[in-house]
């Protein structure tokens, strides 16, 4: 039989680690592109990211600027005046790389990892694509289909419906009140709609390329200059406006009948990463229900088996910083979810937290930055946000120092201004039948009926 492990003989873990400083070379082009070069060596690769702004301008023109950015970051791969997609392909293969583009409300981004000889061939195949991808019609046109048939299977799920429907409460007419486009909309989009708007939109000034890698840097700011240099353009890409700070107003049930599942969706103003508040308010997060050793799990998960996996978080974009709470739970049980995440809010907003909690919140804090920088890929992902929010690459640094002073007294004091249920605009995408009536004993509701109902089995 065999005994069990003495735990005593566990050493106990060490402080953390605090963030290296990095060396960073920046400079802008003439263009008005900014470049970040973080030498890395050691391992002989460079990982690329191209950042440019590309919000919708406008509320008005948010649907149909998202319905575009969705079609354009494919088919912006789809040829130049020089190659096809094959050819732009094989270009970068030749030196390691695969070019893949992504968006999000505020950025459209071109990301590659390369071999760190093929710097100059890689920043030409960028460049052409930057300067001359032509939109071909027949392959946009597949591309749209595409796009139209994922954002239709998207916009049917109960998880993007309750973060379509937190957006709308929150953001009323500002653009990110546009989670996604109709299929309708995307199936309208033509080949000339992406030229024009990649010619108004893909500008390099505003923009930012960072390069982290094993590379020299003054030859990096060479090569990016010299390949880059025909990328031009009038006018700066454009960010995100402020957000309102609108009122959280009565709890919204978006109907869903027949569902067996209710995605409870909370959501409120947090501090930017300029805010000296935030450093508190990501320790209070984590304590709440940003990790699986957090308050939120232990009672909705652990103890009372009402969700699988609970949790909280602070998102940022550029015009509105969030704290959010999300969980999927079981229709009989999503009055007393709701009542268990309130209660875990309340507690926190009202009573200090422990100092073995802070401790332990904090730790997880910086291991997780430490670890999500030690690659080459995540340092570059996120010098790239940081630096596309106005902050300079070392603020991981000042953070981690931030996060280490502070204190109980802080976590409450965030928590009550930034974790009060008061202060959070809450949505339940269920079957309102059901969980409507259990969820007025805690305060107004209100219902719509913007879901489709759930498919009998075998329908």
Do not use: C
């Not at 007419?173 to 708007?197: D, F, M």
């Not at 000034?205 to 060479?222: F, H, I, K, Q, R």
């Not at 999503?334 to 309130?342: D, F, Q, R, S, V």
């Amino acid at each position: 039989m065999t005994s069990a492990p003495d735990l005593g003989l566990v050493p106990p873990l060490g402080e953390p680690r605090p963030q290296p400083e990095l060396a960073v070379t920046e400079t802008t082009l003439p263009s008005g592109l900014r470049l970040v070069v973080v030498p890395r060596p050691g391992v002989p690769l460079v990982e690329l990211r191209l950042r440019v702004p590309f919000a919708a301008a406008t509320a008005r023109t948010a649907a149909v600027h998202g319905a575009r950015t969705a079609v354009l970051s494919g088919a912006v791969l789809l040829g130049t005046t020089d190659h096809d997609a094959t050819g732009i392909a094989q270009l970068m293969q030749a030196h390691g790389g695969e070019l893949s583009v992504s968006t999000d409300p505020d950025r459209l981004l071109f990301s590659t990892t390369l071999l760190a000889e093929g710097l100059a061939p890689v920043l030409d195949v960028l460049a052409e694509v930057l300067t001359s991808a032509t939109y071909p019609g027949e392959l946009v046109e597949a591309e749209r289909a595409r796009v139209a048939e994922r954002i239709s299977i998207a916009r049917s799920q109960p998880g993007v419906i309750a973060r379509t429907a937190l957006a709308a409460r929150r953001y009323g007419t500002h653009p990110y009140a546009e989670q996604l486009p109709t299929p309708e909309l995307v199936e309208a989009v033509r080949g000339p709609a992406l030229r024009k708007l990649h010619r108004e939109r893909v500008l390099p000034a505003g923009s930012t390329l960072v390069l982290v890698g094993d590379l020299d840097p003054a030859a990096a700011v060479d090569a990016a200059g010299e390949a880059l240099a025909g990328w031009n353009g009038e006018g700066t890409a454009v960010t995100a406006p402020p957000a309102p700070q609108l009122a959280p107003g009565h709890l919204e049930v978006v109907d869903r009948p027949g569902a067996v599942q209710s995605n409870i969706r909370l959501g409120g103003p947090a501090p930017s990463r300029t805010d000296p508040d935030l450093p508190a308010v990501r320790l209070a997060n984590m304590v709440y229900g940003g990790y699986f050793s957090s308050r939120l799990v232990e009672n909705i998960r652990e103890r009372r088996g009402y969700s699988y996996s609970p949790r909280s978080a602070v998102d940022h974009l550029a015009g509105a910083s969030s704290f959010l709470v999300e969980a999927d739970v079981a229709t009989e049980v999503t009055g007393p979810a709701m009542l268990e995440i309130g209660y875990e809010l309340g507690r926190m907003a009202l009573t200090p937290v422990g100092a073995d909690e802070l401790d332990d919140a904090r730790r997880y804090v910086l291991g997780t930055m430490a670890l999500s920088t030690a690659t080459h890929a995540g340092l570059a992902s996120t010098v790239s946000a940081l630096v596309g929010a106005g902050l300079p690459p070392n603020w991981l640094t000042e953070h981690g120092r931030a996060l280490a002073e502070v204190t109980v007294d802080d976590v409450q004091a965030a928590a009550h201004r930034y974790l009060q249920p008061a202060g959070l605009t809450a949505v339940v995408v269920g079957d309102a039948e059901r969980v409507a009536t259990p969820l007025r004993t805690l305060g107004p509701v209100d219902v719509s009926a913007s879901a489709a109902a759930v498919p009998e089995p075998g329908a």
